[in-house]
């Protein structure tokens, strides 16, 4: 492949299975391309991941850079802090939680054509406890009905996206409420989009952050003030600006 890949992971207190991502995501892209690089968003975590990061930048220099935030700034603040880091033509990104192989990073590219922006991943099947599925499947269904989504899965954080794409969508969600931002904006763009179904593991470190009390009220404050941008307005505005032609009076 002749493009470039910038490859990011965000991270929060994910210092168990970081190195194993970063070994298995430098295979792969060594595979797909000459020109990559490797960024971890270290989003104010709290155990040895500063210092597991540390390491590993020495190990994989200069192909490795580590973003650091002192605060935690939330998953969309870490998403929106590597998609501003990345300097390739295209953008990869995964969690550093472990739950999938950026070794399969090959299965978006072989889907990415001329024209198409995103290649979104699809869990084959999901490895979660039981409640997580459920509440999941329900999410999806509930963003993918209210905001008009064709992909079948937003929750999967497997992505492959041109950077020119991303450079204008202006992303502005720092909750989980991104990945529909994100997803919305880039098919209301016109870009073709592709899907590719790939692995879920089980968690092994750590815990999420989603199902948290403070997060997701955060979440569902962030997934209203995100339909009314995103739906309500723009249809408010289409409504009106068919009211104005057809009492326009003809000259």
């Known amino acids: 492949m002749d493009l470039g890949v910038s490859a990011f992971f965000p991270a929060y207190n994910d210092a168990p299975s970081l ?20 960024i971890v968003v270290n989003d104010g975590s709290q155990d040895e991941t500063g210092a597991v990061l540390e390491d590993l ?20 603040g870490a998403l929106r802090s ?29 889907r990415l054509r001329p024209g198409v922006g995103l290649v979104n991943g699809y869990k084959l099947a999901r490895r979660d406890p039981w409640h997580r599925i459920a509440i999941g499947k329900i999410y999806n269904r509930v963003a993918r009905l209210l905001f008009c989504i064709r992909i079948r899965d937003i929750d999967c954080d497997f992505r492959l996206i041109r950077r020119s794409l991303v450079e204008h ?16 904006k880039i098919e209301i763009s016109g870009c073709g989009v592709a899907e590719a179904g790939v692995s879920h593991y089980p968690r092994l470190h750590g815990r999420s952050q989603f199902f948290r009390w403070k997060s997701l009220a955060t979440t569902l404050r962030q997934f209203t003030r995100l339909y009314w941008r995103l739906v309500v307005l723009p249809g408010t505005d289409r409504f009106r600006q068919r009211l104005l032609c057809a009492f326009r009076p003809s000259i």
Not at 64 to 76: D, M, P, Q, S
Not at 82 to 110: C, S
């Open 19 to 38: 190195p194993g991502l970063v070994a298995r995501a430098a295979e792969a892209l060594e595979r797909c391309t000459p020109d990559y690089e490797i």
């Open 57 to 76: 930048r020495e190990q994989y220099a200069p192909r490795l850079r580590v973003i650091t935030h002192e605060k935690n700034r939330g998953y969309g």
């Open 82 to 110: 590597g998609f501003a880091a990345a300097t390739k033509d295209l953008v990869f990104y995964t969690d550093g939680d472990g739950q999938y192989d950026p070794a399969e990073i090959h299965l978006l590219v072989e």
């Open 169 to 184: 969508l202006r992303l502005e969600s720092t909750s989980g409420t991104i990945c529909v931002e994100l997803v919305r």
